[in-house]
């Protein structure tokens, strides 16, 4: 059985205002996991490198609300009730950009409270494609 790992790095000086900081995820395992998200009203930025495939299969709270795959980049808002991300089988790498609550507002121009418990494809909010 393989672990997952966790590093947390600081933002840039230039970012500080805005982002709390970044926290990288690191999985080289084969086996589907399920991580447990915690807490912590502040919105942020997810970009997943999955191996093969979408990495979060599905996001359950446990009022039994449900999201599907989500998407390779996409923002989230705060969350009010404890999640739990059910993962694909296989590595992957997920970087996570964690806002001040003010950020997400600050840098994309989006309101964290609009996406309370919900999450937005990145290019559905700037209207590039990103993933070309």
Known sequence: MSSIQFKIYPAPRALQAD???FRLCRYEGNEALAIKVSLNGTPGLVFQQPEAGPTIKNITALSGRHTGP???LFVYGQNTERTV???AEG???MLQVI???HGLN???GLKASELTNSSLQLNQLVGLDLYS
Do not use: G, H, R
């Open 19 to 21: 982002v709390e900081c």
């Open 85 to 87: 991300m059910q993962m």
């Open 106 to 108: 600050t840098l994309l």
């Open 91 to 93: 590595p992957f790498t």
């Open 70 to 72: 989500t998407p390779t």
């Open 99 to 101: 806002f001040k609550p």
